[in-house]
């Protein structure tokens, strides 16, 4: 009954922005690697049909291959620094999520002791102590 007549409660997503930025990173890391091996593919493809190119006599077209093997592989070498400052900056994003536990943790620890140092301030325990003694005291008399 209190599903049809009860408040709908919204529940929160325990989804952040930071991990959503670390998912799209990932993604986006994901697909530089596949892209990578595209690259790799074709440049394996290029070299066999260089290697062709140059036993069949044709060697201006060998020479065009071999330009854009060339520029293959600094596209490679460049999403492999991509690649590299995308792990970068995940690592960066995963850390700062674990410092900002960290800091709620200290945060709440931080709460609960001055909450303790309230009850406990000295005049109270010291209170206490003396109301203690008295009864030992007290104890010692009577028996």
Do not use: P
């Not at 909450?115 to 301030?121: A, D, G, M, S």
């Amino acid at each position: 009954m209190g599903i049809i007549f009860g408040k709908s409660k919204k529940l929160e997503s325990r989804v952040t922005e930071q991990d959503k930025a670390v998912l799209q990173l990932k993604q986006t890391r994901d697909k530089i690697k596949q892209h990578q091996k595209k690259i790799e593919q074709n440049l394996e493809k290029d070299r066999e049909l260089a290697k062709k190119l140059l036993t069949s006599g044709k060697k201006d077209r060998a020479k065009l291959l071999l330009r854009k093997k060339r520029f293959q592989e600094q596209l490679l070498a460049k999403t492999d620094n991509q690649l590299e400052n995308l792990e970068r900056l995940v690592h960066d994003l995963e850390f700062s999520q674990v410092e900002m536990q960290v800091l709620d943790g200290l945060k709440t620890g931080n709460e609960a002791l001055k909450k303790v140092q309230e009850v406990l301030n000295i005049d109270a325990v010291e209170k206490i102590l003396d109301e203690t003694r008295e009864a030992v005291e007290k104890q010692k008399v009577c028996a």
